[in-house]
């Protein structure tokens, strides 16, 4: 029973763990895109359908990430050659790809889809417990970790992060040093765009390898909520990942143990909860004001 | 080659009126290719999509029916992102406003008078501004994020609503249908004319008139403008930002509450798990078409209902799915913030590799 | 020659910011670039640092004709650049911002080393490790010299360096570069202090209007004849008539009052007291991000004291009185930054009349509905008692420039005869005729019987218009001295902390009210 909530916990905070990074990166970078939740249901539905197709989830996997990247680009452009508004360009992205997902998905509704496969380890992932925990996952949620152990190391280890971070902190003087602003956030916009088609991969692959309307269900806002929780930082993105994963879980196993609780306050809990980190982490402000990017949401026009 | 963006002296009076034009017509044309993408007809799809719905005389009314709680959300919305403050909760508020707003029909179902609608439209507007209040207070006291917040409790009104409908308000003689009681005469919004058309449409179109005098004509007006604008400057104005960003979330969630109490009261007549068909986030689009001006948002409002009913009717005459409208109004929005940018900016095509244009300090 | 330009020619839209300039620094030499506020010094700097490109003309380095593609590129043949508003970042330390300017991947601890040898060979003090957000404006310019030295450059180009420095800091500032001007490295020095031009400098381009007027020897000049180039014809100097008796009634009290930062990066206000009377100026020196925008907002009544009787206006307890309510009583106040704070860009001007006045009077009150006449009314006085030119009537805020546009701002509040005016940088980036006609203004509504506060960092302007000195630092107020008996290096040794130092040294667990403190010498 504790293996299998485990095991259960683990493929639902796969998802918000991959969105988020990509996120973190591109808020590093000063930009916030609002469109995590667009771009992932997006990628959701694409891997989905690719993967359906070519029978292959790996080919799912490189259409998700696409998708992301293509949605993101859109949003890129806008804000950055355009200069439109941050908030609203990543809003029109969220309703953009819900619509568009509703649409490609709307043929693929109640068919069977395919599974990512667990790797299995011989030996290893037959020992009792910590077996299929540690040694029986697909390979998403290994890479989930290692997406943000590299993205912690480029970010604080070599110089494309320094720079990264610097244009974060201070557009206007990264400018005036020579470094291109705009191309240093359109790099850090995509990397996110593809990092949330791959969590929406993950969530119609391997949550549940289907396609379901909406099936993201607010899962793109938490990862933006998790970026905050996590102070910009990618260690502690995977704590804030797993207990939100826990916290959405929980309630499902609430729920088939039935409790005498209504089902809809059990499913109104990651929502209620990410309201309550959010209070807690923003009341703490002085904690992470190093960690804060300075120009975050702010736009940059080379021009004064 | 490269666009380059060039600071106009003053915001182009033109470009004002003609970029929700010009958003409009590319958003006209992308639909075109996308129509033809999925192997229709172009022009005949968009002749179903885009003006079908206006030669009818019944299509016209659920046209005004449905663009009655976007102008109503929309023009409310307005008023927050001026103050650039973020409410993309009124889904929710939306939601919350109909439960409030419905809680007499369905708990006092026996009071019929002619205050039981008055007193709907009052609890909705109270429970709308209530749910508002919520993200607005979180923002002030604690610093939360209010985009955030408000969206999550979209979720949570929406949960509570199916809790309701399923539960403690379920019609006892509803044959276990998720449905409230239907409400009574004295507790539906009077129809006006003999089709669908009903009270809210006027009462929307004065909202949207009323807060645009507001905002021009009042010193609360230059006040909500003036924080949008350049908080340090509202503060020397004496104007309080916090104060701002919780007036702001009362309004517009009062203004969704009570489109939420007049939908359910009126078209709908009672509750259900789903009464939206997301007028909540299709009002933030109406808000940009409209260019945050409240008189443009009735009619942002009407183009936007159009874009549903034009749905409906491509599902029905060309077997096109109906998220189809989704996409659609989601590119406008995307083309409205485009163009927006002609406002400030003139676009240059710059062929050399020299980069910034750069003004002397 | 170590670097030319040859007729180079910068358009912005229609105006000509750089006309047919020429320009020639010889190795080793401290050159002077001087011109007022939208001369086109800065378009030039940053044409010679590769951060723009010239529409005409050409570029030589040591001989070479070349294009400068970017600041890399610059900083790669040898060029340094110290801005004046820093190109740093707050939120990374000493060694990741040095870093960044240099090239390649450098480890950041052989990095940590190689600081060290240089600020300690130039006497330039940094810590490597050590978060910018932390440092005071002093050092932040030593990081950006000190980023510079350590690409052994040929030519150092500063913009307006000292503007941010104390006296001695300043001294030493100029040590350091007459050292590295011997060592054979050029400095391109952009000021428009002209006393210091002429002690540093051995040559000067002046700039007016975009175009070149002089090339000179500095030495050889007046300041009055270089500020005559500069300005182009003689601004007339402010009159300052005798104060009275000097002995007014107190138009403004602080006593004790003491204001934590309200962020993180913020200055906290430690036991201000002073007293402002009816007639006079008094001025509040100091050096940038010493707590001065901190006093404005706390005298404005943008951010409220704990006490209400931390501050009197003509004897009344204000401190726990927001901004309209100060304004009732008389008092009027002009902020640093015209465009956001003092003004609404995108606004036109009079709805930017409205801004402070709607609380006050001139038919604009009273009412829920905006007043338009009433404003434009407003609005017209102003331009034309302050001679703002809008380039043609309600311009929006932002297409004003910043003299006229100061002249804007600071007339909407003279108009109503205020009978206390705090105001903080009168005439930060003006020029001169406007800065002129600013301290003017001041003057003479001290004269006719109002109280004023000039928060300002410009010791020139400050000893033009003041009455009596006070000197802030670190969020501390030094006694007020009276203008004629205060020398320069005093204030100098005030804006580094003397005060500071000298209070701790008297340690009370109160400090003693104004009259009573002991002289800070």
């Not at chain 3, 300690?120 to 990081?143: F, H, K, N, T, W």
């Not at chain 3, 050889?220 to 300005?231: D, F, K, N, P, V």
């Not at chain 3, 009433?374 to 003299?403: C, K, W």
């Amino acid at each position: 029973m504790i293996e299998a909530v485990i095991l259960t916990i683990i493929t639902a905070s796969t998802p918000l763990l991959l969105a988020a990074i990509g996120e973190l990166v591109t808020e590093r970078a000063g930009v916030l895109n609002l469109g995590v939740e667009g771009m992932m249901i997006v990628g959701a539905v694409s891997g989905f359908a690719v993967g359906l197709q070519t029978g292959s989830p790996l080919a799912g996997i490189f259409a998700a990430i696409g998708a992301g990247v293509a949605l993101s680009a859109l949003f890129a452009v806008l804000t950055l050659v355009l200069v439109t508004n941050q908030v609203a360009t990543g809003l029109s992205l969220t309703l953009l790809g819900l619509g568009l997902a509703g649409m490609i998905g709307e043929g693929f509704v109640g068919t069977p889809g395919i599974r990512l496969p667990r790797l299995e380890i011989p030996g290893l992932s037959d020992l009792p417990f910590v077996g299929p925990i540690l040694f029986g996952q697909d390979a998403l949620v290994y890479f989930s970790f290692v997406l943000c152990a590299g993205v912690s190391w480029f970010l604080f280890k070599t110089r494309g992060g320094l720079v990264l971070r610097a244009v974060g902190d201070n557009h206007a003087s990264a400018h005036a040093l020579g470094f291109s602003v705009l191309k240093v956030r359109f790099l850090a916009i995509l990397f996110g765009g593809g990092c949330a088609g791959l969590g929406g991969a993950y969530l119609s692959l391997a949550y549940t390898p289907q396609w379901v309307e909406g099936m993201t269900a607010g899962r793109g806002w938490i990862a933006l909520a998790l970026v905050v929780f996590a102070s910009w930082l990618p260690g502690r993105l995977i704590g804030g990942a797993y207990l939100f994963g826990a916290v959405t879980i929980l309630q499902f196993h609430a729920q088939a143990a039935g409790l005498a609780i209504p089902s809809q306050v059990l499913s109104s809990l990651p929502y209620l909860a990410t309201i309550i980190v959010l209070v807690l982490i923003s009341s703490n402000r002085t904690a992470n004001r190093i960690n804060t990017p300075a120009c975050l949401g702010r736009p940059f026009v080379p021009d004064r | 080659m490269r666009i380059e963006l060039e600071k106009r002296p003053r915001q182009s009076g033109t470009m004002r009126i003609l970029s929700p034009v010009l958003a409009f017509a590319l958003t006209i044309l992308s639909g075109a290719i996308l129509f033809a993408l999925l192997g229709q007809d172009p022009v005949r799809a968009l002749y179903v999509f885009f003006i079908e719905p206006l030669t009818a005389s019944w299509s016209v009314e659920e046209i005004l029916v449905k663009a009655s709680p976007l102008i109503m959300i929309g023009a409310g919305l307005c008023l927050c992102y001026i103050a650039n403050t973020w409410n993309i909760g009124a889904e929710g508020q939306f939601t919350m406003g109909a439960i409030a707003g419905s809680a007499i029909p369905v708990l006092f179902w026996q009071w019929e008078s002619v205050w039981t609608l008055p007193a709907m439209f009052l609890l909705g507007a109270l429970g709308g501004a209530l749910w508002a209040g919520i993200p607005a207070l979180l923002k002030v006291r604690f610093g939360a994020n209010e985009i955030l917040t408000s969206l999550m409790l979209v979720y949570v009104a929406q949960l509570a609503l199916d809790w309701l409908v399923r539960g403690p308000w379920r019609d006892p003689d509803g044959f276990n249908f998720p449905e409230s009681r239907l409400f009574s005469a004295a507790a539906t919004v009077p129809v006006l004319g003999d089709g669908r058309l009903h009270l809210g449409f006027p009462i929307a179109i004065l909202t949207g008139i009323i807060l645009a005098f507001l905002l021009a004509r009042t010193l609360k007006g230059f006040e909500i403008r003036v924080l949008g604008a350049a908080p340090r400057a509202g503060r020397f104005a004496g104007f309080s930002q916090s104060g701002m960003i919780v007036f702001s979330f009362l309004v517009s969630g009062a203004l969704a509450g009570l489109a939420g109490i007049i939908e359910v009261a009126g078209p709908i007549g009672q509750l259900r798990p789903t009464i939206s068909p997301g007028y909540g986030f299709t009002a933030i689009i109406v808000a940009f078409l409209g260019r945050l001006n409240p008189v443009g948002a009735i009619v942002a409002g009407l183009v936007l209902a159009i874009s549903y009913i034009g749905g409906e009717a491509a599902q029905v005459s060309l077997g096109l799915t109906d998220k189809v409208t989704r996409v659609f109004q989601g590119m406008l929005l995307f083309f409205v913030l485009a163009c927006d940018t002609l406002i400030l900016y003139r676009i240059r095509i710059a062929f050399d590799r020299s980069v910034q244009s750069e003004a002397d300090r | 020659m170590l670097m030319e330009a040859e007729a180079v020619t910068k358009r912005f839209g229609e105006t000509v910011a750089n006309d047919t300039v020429d320009l020639a620094i010889r190795p080793g030499e401290i050159h002077a670039l001087l011109g007022e506020n939208g001369a086109g010094k800065s378009t030039l700097v940053k044409i010679l640092y590769g951060a723009l490109q010239p529409d005409e003309g050409i570029l030589r380095w040591k001989g070479e004709t070349l294009r400068i593609g970017n600041p890399a590129a610059a900083r790669t043949l040898g060029i340094g650049m110290v801005f004046q508003h820093f190109s740093l970042f707050e939120a990374l330390t000493v060694a990741e911002n040095i870093a960044l300017a240099l090239p390649g991947n450098r480890k950041l601890a052989d990095l940590s080393k190689e600081i060290g040898a240089v600020s300690a060979r130039y006497g330039l003090p940094l810590e490597a490790s050590a978060i910018v957000a932390d440092l005071s404006v002093g050092e932040r310019q030593r990081i950006e010299i000190v980023r510079c030295l350590l690409q052994e450059p040929d030519l150092i180009i500063l913009d307006e360096p000292t503007s941010v420095l104390t006296p001695q800091e300043a001294e030493q500032l100029f040590q350091t570069l007459e050292r590295l001007a011997t060592e054979g490295c050029a400095v391109l020095y952009i000021s428009h202090r002209l006393e210091e031009v002429k002690r540093l400098c051995q040559s000067a381009t002046i700039l007016r209007g975009g175009r070149v007027v002089a090339t000179t020897d500095p030495r050889t000049e007046t300041a009055a004849s270089l500020a005559r180039l500069m300005i182009g014809e003689d601004v007339g100097a402010v009159v300052r008539p005798d104060r009275g008796t000097g002995e007014g009634t107190p138009r403004l009290e602080v006593d004790d009052l003491s204001l934590p930062a309200d962020n993180a990066f913020g200055v906290s206000l430690k036991h201000v007291s002073v007293a402002v009377r009816s007639g006079e100026i008094l001025a509040v020196a100091g050096v940038a991000g010493n707590g001065q925008g901190e006093l404005f907002d706390a005298l404005s009544g943008e951010r409220l004291s704990t006490r209400a009787d931390a501050i009197r206006i003509d004897g009344n307890k204000v401190g726990r009185m927001p901004i309209n309510e100060r304004r009732r009583l008389g008092a009027a106040f002009v902020p640093e930054e015209r465009l956001g704070h003092g003004a609404v860009p995108v606004f036109r001007l009079s709805e930017n009349a409205l801004l402070s006045r709607h609380a006050v009077g001139d038919g604009l009150k009273g009412s829920a509905l905006l007043h338009k006449q009433g404003m434009q009314a407003v609005s017209e006085n102003v331009i034309e008692t302050f001679d703002v030119r809008s380039g043609g009537g309600d311009a929006e805020a932002r297409s004003l420039s910043g003299g006229n546009l100061q002249k804007f701002v600071v007339g909407r509040e003279l108009d109503r005869s205020p009978s206390l005016v705090v105001i903080n940088q009168p005439t930060w980036g003006v020029d001169a005729g406007a800065a002129a006609l600013i301290r003017q203004a001041l003057i003479d509504l001290a004269r006719s019987g109002s109280a004023i506060v000039a928060i300002s960092q410009d010791l020139d302007e400050i000893f033009e218009i003041a009455d009596r000195i006070c000197v802030i630092s670190r969020g501390e107020l030094s006694e007020a001295y009276p203008a004629e008996t205060l020398p320069m290096e005093e204030i100098g040794l005030l804006m580094a902390g003397k005060a500071e130092r000298a209070r701790t040294a008297h340690a009370t667990d109160a400090p003693p009210p104004v009259s009573e403190r002991p002289h800070a010498d």
